[in-house]
């Protein structure tokens, strides 16, 4: 019971909302089709159907290894030694790594993801760096060249 719970009840849940995501894009899509649809649009709807896609095949892809183990497991069905081991890291390795495979996604489909990831570690590690903006050295320049004009240097 406790396999189906944590591992099988998501994956079916999971499914079912994205097909439902699907299913209204889908249907927005049938509806404005009457009207004059900007390719914008079209577009912005098909990258993400493209990236829900996405997202539940990581998913499931991630989870499959790690629900099938804990089946083999749970039911006592024999597995050849030398497969045992590595088939329990891999599925372990592939349920941990599936926590991180979403921001890459979004990372890949979502441009304002991307620039929001930008700014945040620019502006993170810029208080690191000690490095002042473009803007700010052009006017500290010209400062120091006017101080230097008053104090008569580089007059010959």
Known sequence: MHIYVVHVLPLIILAILYCAI?????RQDKVLSSRAVHGQDQRLKQQAMKMSLCVIGAFWICSLPMTIYNILTD?????????EKPFS????LMFYFSSTINPI????FVGSYRRGLR??????????WNERPTTQRRALGRIRESQGKNLGVGDT
């Open 75 to 83: 039911y006592k069905i024999p597995v050849p030694c030398m497969l």
């Open 89 to 92: 890291f891999v599925s372990d």
């Open 105 to 108: 996604i979004c990372f890949s």
């Open 22 to 26: 699907a299913v209204t894009l889908r």
């Open 119 to 128: 700014e945040s570690f620019n502006s993170s590690l810029g208080g690191c």
